[in-house]
């Protein structure tokens, strides 16, 4: 299994060198840059050669791997070969594990050239028996002692990286439960989290019986109703606000107050009948959770502000079409219900936060397209598919192209022949011609 993980990063590191920037090209109009589409993109960290833009979707459908692992393989074996060459004869000699290698690439990928070098020197020989955290202080013991930016620079550097973010689990593990990480002011989240505790044990005090842990978590349900139910109306009394600006203030404050958590539920009309009639209930796919008993459902409806849209099913489309590039709301639903990633192998981006591609691409009437025909337009949901920002890209710049042969079934080619369909259940690689 080592030698097999050292072989794949080699191959990783051939296909990066394989496909180096490609400088400009002289033509009899001048010089010929590549299009903005396909700028070089910079996958390792300082000191690593750049590559062409799109070199890892061939090698993830080559490998029947999702793009972003195919990224982090490329990125990895460059930092390896150019940032810590005695790791990388290390791992090629089996004193240490290809995967811990990677994982130091993985971490000093923001650091500087030196910084890598000097990391790579002092854990000659120590990788294959520190841990995770005796890897990461030394880490950050190199960003100290060789990044020496002021500790005002390195704040202001993770201000930029503030976030709240909401993560669903493995749909294997059950849609019920999710995380919530944040990430900002020490002195905020300290406080936030003091309050969390005080809830939680307020909690128990009224007779709640699960662990601590449990009823933390529970607490931020009761402080998220407790905020919707606040009437901030009062802060409208300003006199430094117009009355434009103070009826925007009450529109934004009406919403707040009115806020739904809104799911997209698959499930058998059977089952959903029979469990709020009282029966016992089935299972069902919420959109972005996975599957969620109709009980639970049910028991988040009946003390949130929920709205839960029934999807129809969607594998028989109808054939309407509009005369316009962008579709209708009630096309784009369609297009989303159908396809709940983008359609790219192995890609999993939600079809809800990306582009609506034309698999045949729009032509503009007014610019020598067919015209325009009532009930003939080129915006079909047959004709759309939904593709992520970088695939779109892609597609675009004449790397890969595709063609729909069924409802949610898509047949790719890229560069180097390499040809994969995409079905509603998963990806699969073809033989190459």
Known sequence: MREAAVHQLRIAYEWAIAHPVVDAVETPHGPALPSVLETPETLGGAGTPAVAAFTAEPLAVACGIAPSSATALLADSLDLHHRLPVLWQQTQAGFVPAWKARRVAARTRDLSLDAALWVDRHTAGRVGSLGHAALDRLIAEASARVDGDSLAEKEKRARSQWDVQLKHRDPSEGGATSEIHAIGDTLDLTRFHDVVCAEAEALGSLGDDDSF??????????????????????????????????????????????????????????????????????????????????????????????????????????????????????????????????????CSHPSRHADLDHIEPYEDPDEGGPPREDGNGQTRPDNLAPLCRRHHRAKTAGRWSYQRTAPGTYLWTGPSGVTALVTPTGTLTLPTS
Do not use: N
């Not at 998220?224 to 109306?233: E, V």
């Not at 934004?252 to 209930?281: M, N």
């Open 213 to 346: 842990e449990v009823r933390k978590a529970k607490a931020l349900g009761v402080i998220a109703d407790a905020q919707a139910r606040l009437d901030l109306t009062s802060l409208l009394d300003d006199d430094t606000t117009t009355p434009e600006e103070q009826s925007e203030l009450r529109r934004r404050l009406i919403e707040r107050r009115d806020a739904k958590v809104r799911l997209y539920l698959h499930a058998s009309l059977a089952d959903v009948a029979a469990g709020w009639s009282g029966g016992p209930g089935g299972v069902g796919t919420v959109e972005g959770l996975g599957p969620v008993t109709l009980d639970q459902i049910k028991e988040w409806a009946g003390r949130s502000r929920l709205t839960i849209q029934p999807v129809l099913h969607v594998a028989s489309e109808d054939t309407w079409s509009v005369d316009r590039h962008d579709p209708p709301p009630r096309m784009t639903e369609q297009a989303v219900l159908r396809d709940s990633t983008c359609v790219f192998p192995w």
